[in-house]
């Protein structure tokens, strides 16, 4: 069986509906509703990748890249953000996501980062 992705969102609206998108591409999913809970899931079981939202209460999505990059560089993270990927760029101690989604994003925007990043 493969890895699944973790779905990391406060809003389980868009968690659902992320996680049937990835359905469509034969991908299994997590969810989480925030950072805490996403690194307690991360300690319990391997992802294939993480796809975070930017902003969520308790722990945002930069805090979330960071503690996922500095134990485990390699798993890939997709940062999804209503604004512009300019707040990620201009933490100059922040490692880079492998992929940002601009919301409202597409199925072909799903299919690509899977395609890239796994």
């Known amino acids: 069986m493969e890895k699944p992705i973790l779905i ?3 809003n389980p609206n868009m ?4 996680s049937e998108m990835l359905e469509v591409f034969d991908y299994k999913s997590v969810q989480a509703g925030d950072g805490k809970e996403a690194l307690s899931k991360l300690d319990k079981q391997a992802f294939a990748m993480v796809i975070t939202d930017l902003r969520m209460p308790n722990m945002n999505g930069l805090e979330l890249l960071k503690n996922i990059k500095g ?3 390699k798993l890939p993270v997709v940062i999804i953000s209503g604004y512009s990927s300019s707040e990620i760029e201009s933490d ?3 490692p880079k996501p492998d992929g940002f989604l601009s919301k409202p994003f597409l199925m072909t925007d799903i299919e690509l980062l899977l395609e890239k990043l796994l």
Do not use: E, G, M, Q
């Open 15 to 18: 968690a659902s509906l992320l």
């Open 92 to 94: 100059p101690d922040c």
């Open 71 to 73: 134990k485990n560089p």
């Open 8 to 10: 990391v969102d406060d």
